[in-house]
Antibody, heavy 117, light 110 residues
Framework: QVQLQESGPGLVNPSETLSLTCAVS?????????WSWVRQTPGKGLEWIGE???????FYNPSLKSRVSISLDIPRNQFSLKLTSVTAADTAVYYC??????????WGQGMLVSVSS | EIVLTQSPGTLSLSPGERATLSCRAS???????FAWYQQKPGQAPRLLIY???RRATGIPDRFSGSGSGTDFTLTISRLEPEDFAVYYC???????????FGQGTKLEIK
């Protein structure tokens, strides 16, 4: 059974870049599936950030597209999220996840990232 | 962007009762692109139903999904104590690729 674990700074300064990594075990990110990030806030609920696949294409939520990038590190079996120019509105619990057939069948435990000086 | 609206916001029921949760989409959603999740406090969401009506691995058969077009329903036939949680619907739109979620229905013990 695949397991996912987020890691990274829990506090980021406004205007800086949020960087998170998701370590995957129990399955290879280089074989199949789309790998994604989702965030959750009390105000906006669950928000899909974007997805990437080992075959190349990466897609992002249009509302975040200008600030976000997702990349796969296949040798390390992990993938990452970078979100630039963060503000307090980016404070959220960030989940890494595995997508399967237009739904999300595996989730990390989630990581709270706060944006504050 | 397809907007999902869930109702009711909060549903108060007792164990053993039947729960019916609704999700309405602002545009038609392909049945293959619709799912339901359960989330308990401090936990990540868990996939319950995919392709509108297929139960995910390990999900009890008291959970069922139905619907088409813009109206979808999650039914829990007889509530167990562990079913009290927040439930989210989700859809996928392919042009451009975008997943969106409903705002959630909180199922609480009456």
């Amino acid at each position: 059974q695949v397991q996912l674990q987020e890691s990274g700074p829990g506090l980021v300064n406004p205007s800086e870049t949020l960087s998170l990594t998701c370590a995957v075990s129990g399955g290879s990110i280089g074989i199949s599936h789309w790998w994604s990030w989702v965030r959750q806030t009390p105000g906006k609920g669950l928000e899909w950030i974007g997805e990437s696949h080992n075959s190349g294409p990466t897609f992002y939520n249009p509302s975040l597209k200008s600030r976000v990038s997702i990349s796969l590190d296949i040798p390390r079996n992990q993938f990452s999220l970078k979100l630039t120019s963060v503000t307090a509105a980016d404070t959220a619990v960030y989940y890494c996840a595995r997508q399967a057939s237009y739904n999300i069948d595996s989730w990390g435990q989630g990581m709270l990232v706060s944006v504050s000086s | 962007e397809i907007v999902l609206t869930q109702s009711p916001g909060t549903l108060s029921l007792s164990p053993g009762e039947r729960a019916t949760l609704s999700c309405r989409a602002s545009q038609n959603v392909d049945f293959n692109y619709f799912a339901w999740y359960q989330q308990k406090p401090g936990q990540a969401p868990r996939l319950l139903i995919y392709d509108t009506s297929r139960r995910a691995t390990g999900i009890p058969d008291r959970f069922s999904g139905s619907g088409s077009g813009t109206d979808f329903t999650l039914t829990i036939s007889r509530l167990e104590p562990e079913d009290f949680a927040v439930y989210y619907c989700q859809q996928y739109d392919s042009s451009p690729p975008l997943y969106t979620f409903g705002q959630g229905t909180k199922l609480e013990i009456k």
